[in-house]
Each structure stands twice: as C-alpha cells, then as structure tokens.
C-alpha cells in the first residue's frame, strides 16, 4: 500500500548485511533506509508467495550497480533458483557477482547458512505452501579478560594480552607457557533473533525462537479474526505473544500486519499482545531495533 511496505527485514552485523524476505519494492524501503549494499551478503527468502519474494530480482539488479560487489548467498525453499534464474533469463538483467543458491530439502541437517560471524537456522512452518522460519545466532563471544591474573602471571600489558584475548598461547618473560583459559572466562553467548512470519502454531516455532533476545513474528491479525488466520494460515496478535511467552523469548516485535489495519489500528494488536506477554510491541517501517547481548543489563524495546 502507498504508506506500508510488505515484508523485509534487514539485519546488520560487522559491516555485512543479512536481508530476510523481499516482499515487492523492497528496494525503495532500503533506500529509504540508506542501509548501502556493498554489505548485502544474504537473502533468505521464507516461501514463494508474492509478497515476500518478488522484490528479489530488483534487489538484485540494486546491486550490480556497486563497483566490484561481494558474492551474494539466497536461501530459499525449492524453486527459488528456479524464480531467480527464470526472471533473469527472461528480463535480462546484468548480475556482475557470484550467486550462490541453497534450497530446503526434506531431511536437511545443520545450519542454512555459517560465515564467521553468524549461523542462520532454518526450519518448515504450516502454512498455505512450503514456508520456512529462520533463526539467526551469533557465533560465541571470547570470555572476559582479567588483566589482575594476566599480571599475577608475569604478563605485562601490551600485545600479548591481545593475543590471549584472541584465544592464542603466549609465553611469559620467564619463558612460561600461558594458556588463554589461565586468563580469560567461559565463552559468553551471542545474541540470536528469530524471524517467523506465515504460519500457523506448530513445534518448530518454539525451536526457532528458544531464548532468542528478539523475536519478529508475524501477528497478522487480532483474535476477533481468528477465522481468517486460520484459513490463510497465519498467526495472530495472541498467539504470537502466547508462543513469546513459552519459548522464553526476551522480546517480541510483531511484524507481518494485515493491511485490513490502519497503521493508527496497530496499537490494537500490540495492546491484545501485551496482555500476554508484556515485552512486545508493533514493528512499523523504517524501525530500528538495537539488540543486546545476553549478559548486559534487560533494557526496554526501543
């Protein structure tokens, strides 16, 4: 619609971007956004329905407009090579980077998608097609340093310290072996968020969003439209909330509304999600969403 956009989110780490869904026009929000695409390193598409993948072609000619790109991953169900391949052969439009195609298949074991940053995970939800929701962890963080112990071992501050921090043996000034454990804590969690949008209750939800800090799931509609969501297999407000609640999610952004709402009407499905789950609130465009690492202090969705 003129004022709100259909389903993208963009997740930003360390320079690179990981893009999930690509509903129509999904560049013109990423302009918006001034989000730059030498960055963009993956799509993951949930399912093949229009509102989710049609802006992937014109994402993907956004692109070849950057001198030199990066190779660009696309997870997807199968058949997503397939759109692909087909809108380029028939639109012919130039692709001047390494394209690398992973599709779901049945018995699929392991992460979708590893680089040294992140794991994505995927798993199937009970849609109207084969749909698949994503969960999103960052690998492990070092342990925290303590310089007192570095320096009760003979460890003088300056490069080696940077060295044990980075997991590497160092040798003190009396020729010791320092091993890393010697000064440095257990290994401390990244932050993992789920994206799950299209679909109705089922187990793989809870798996995908198991003590994420942020999950972004679908409420399309409010309870008093449970007939529609369960016929287009949706989730709604409640249910959303309901699962947050169970799977021990930090917190919650509703996203994926029915355009049957107003954006003035959001509030009404993040005032029937709240009364289930307190720490959740609408996604509208253009938001931002910090997350936090586990081990730092709760804070409120911003």
């Known amino acids: 619609m003129p004022d709100r956009l259909l389903s993208s989110m963009a997740v930003r780490l360390g320079g690179r971007i990981y893009l999930f869904d690509a509903g129509e026009a999904t560049q013109i929000g990423w302009k918006k956004a001034k989000l730059g695409l030498r960055g963009l390193t993956l799509v993951a598409v949930t399912h ?4 989710h993948c049609l802006g992937l072609p014109g994402m993907m000619m956004f692109k070849a407009q950057v001198n030199e790109p990066s190779p660009l991953t696309i997870l997807g169900p199968p058949g997503i090579r397939g759109f692909v391949e087909d809108n380029r052969r028939m639109l012919d439009f130039h692709i001047n980077y390494r394209v690398d195609f992973v599709e779901w ?7 979708a998608y590893e680089d040294d940053q992140v794991r994505v995970i995927w798993k199937t939800l009970k849609h109207t097609r084969l749909c698949l929701g994503y969960r999103i962890e960052e690998h492990d963080r070092p342990g925290k340093f303590d310089p007192l112990k570095a320096e009760a ?3 003088e501050r300056g490069p080696l310290w940077g060295k044990l921090q980075r997991g590497e043996a160092v040798a003190a000034a009396d020729g010791r072996k320092i091993s890393p454990d010697a000064v440095v804590g257990p290994g401390r969690r990244g932050r993992h968020i789920a994206y799950v949008v299209d679909t109705r209750p089922v187990k ?7 003590n994420v800090d942020t999950a972004f799931i679908e409420g399309m509609f409010l309870s008093a439209h449970r007939e529609h969501a369960e016929a287009k297999g949706h989730l709604t407000a409640e249910e959303a909330a309901k699962i947050s609640g169970r799977a021990g999610v930090a917190s919650t952004i509703l996203v994926h509304t029915s355009l049957r709402y107003t954006n003035d009407e959001l509030q009404l499905l993040e005032k029937e999600a709240s009364q289930h789950f307190p720490s959740v609130r609408v996604g509208r465009d253009m938001d931002v969403f910090a997350i936090h690492y586990p081990d730092q202090p709760s804070r409120p969705i911003p």
Do not use: M, N, T, V
């Open 48 to 51: 093949l329905h229009a509102d």
């Open 204 to 210: 793989s939800i809870y798996a995908l969003c198991r």
């Open 105 to 111: 298949h049945d018995g699929w074991d392991g992460p």
């Open 153 to 155: 071992l003979g460890i």
